[in-house]
């Protein structure tokens, strides 16, 4: 079985929040941050494949009209959320401008490419932009809201592994922080890949034995709440 590398990052915040989606197959609801997290992924990628950063006509048009197009794609989740599009398209004007600056500052760098999807026997994962540098491959995560490097670490170490499957030395990741888009190096060594197959093993296992893990991280908790069977045995 194939795991993606967002389960392998979920396994070191909540194990139970991941049993529900695998063993139950259960899923929580949409929220504002992934529709954010969504359009702004598709900013740093349309922003570096057309270079935004040195085509000061088309980096004016994103700006008036290209935000909206992106934000289009995500009407339907929108709409649903009730989310005030006015204020979202403000929060991505202003993102899409920190990211120019942080460009032409030399806060972060160019990828060679962007949204990669990669994959071998053990793993899945998009790899949000890859870099090379002195005949390595440095692939890059972007986040939302950046607040601890340990989950981030797992996902880029599932990406190290499946480039490394393919013929590529990885030995660092960049943890991309969209809020401010800074970008942070973080080492992806053999203890870090070694943590990446033993979750994978633990995964595995509890999918495998339907046996429920201890976690008390108040997230799962709102899954029991929200996706709790009724009498005729559906989700509520």
């Not at 943890?175 to 890949?193: C, M």
């Not at 033993?198 to 999918?207: A, V, W």
């Amino acid at each position: 079985m194939k795991l993606n590398a967002s389960e392998i990052g979920a396994w070191k915040w909540c194990p139970r929040d991941l049993y529900y989606r695998k063993v139950e197959g259960r899923e929580m609801p949409p929220s504002q941050n992934l529709v954010k997290g969504t359009v702004l992924h598709s900013i740093y990628r349309e922003f570096f494949d057309r270079k935004l950063f040195s085509d000061h006509i088309y980096y004016k048009w994103y700006l008036e009209k290209g935000i909206d197009r992106a934000m289009e794609r995500e009407n339907g989740r929108i709409n649903k959320l009730g989310m005030n599009r006015e204020k979202l398209r403000e929060f991505l004007l202003s993102s899409t401008q920190k990211l120019y600056e942080a460009h032409k500052n030399g806060a972060i760098e160019v990828p060679s490419a962007t949204e990669q999807r990669i994959e071998n026997d053990d793993f899945i994962a998009r790899a949000d932009a890859l870099f090379e540098s002195n005949g390595e491959t440095i692939v890059g995560d972007v986040k939302i809201k950046l607040r601890s490097l340990d989950g981030v670490k797992l996902q880029l170490g599932v990406a190290a592994l499946i480039l490394e499957s393919q013929g590529k030395k990885v030995t660092k990741g960049y943890a991309i922080d969209a809020e401010n888009w800074k970008q942070f190096p973080v080492e992806l060594d053999e203890e870090v890949k070694k943590e990446v197959m033993d979750i994978r093993g633990k995964i595995l296992h509890m999918i495998e034995a339907k046996e429920k893990p201890a976690c008390t991280c108040g997230r799962c908790e709102l899954i029991e709440m929200q996706f709790v069977p009724d009498e005729s045995g559906s989700n509520g």
